[in-house]
């Protein structure tokens, strides 16, 4: 078993940053992927961004060159560091990783508006 803790959700203006955490109960470093998915209201979950154990990233076009992840295997948490924030950026944030089986968070919430 694995349990997901995703913090760092807030009401940001265009243009701004976040660092979105997602901190595992448990050793991170043989997950074989780590993700972060968004749903926006209405919509369909997104995969945003992967990064698998090898340290090999995978991005959504619409967030390319905006936003980072990251994994930090001795505090057993990934990370997704978002700027120059766009509207349509508005979603819930979900933490995603998958060892045997596929696990996720409970969501963050990340607001961008003016």
């Known amino acids: 078993q694995v349990q997901l803790a995703e913090s760092g959700g807030d009401l940001v203006q265009p243009g701004g940053s976040l660092r979105l955490s997602c901190a595992a109960s448990?050793?991170?470093?043989?997950?074989?992927?780590m993700a972060w998915y968004r749903q926006a209201p209405g919509e369909q979950r997104e995969l945003v961004a992967r990064i698998t154990s090898g340290g090999i990233t995978t991005y959504a076009d619409s967030v390319k060159g905006r936003f980072t992840i990251s994994r930090d295997n001795a505090k057993n948490t990934i990370y997704l560091q978002m700027n120059n924030l766009k509207p349509e950026d508005t979603a819930v944030y979900y933490c995603?990783?998958?060892?045997?089986?596929?696990?996720w968070g409970q969501g963050t919430q990340v607001t961008v508006s003016a």
């Open positions: 995603y990783v998958a060892t045997s089986r596929a696990y």
């Open positions: 448990r050793s991170i470093f043989n997950f074989l992927v």
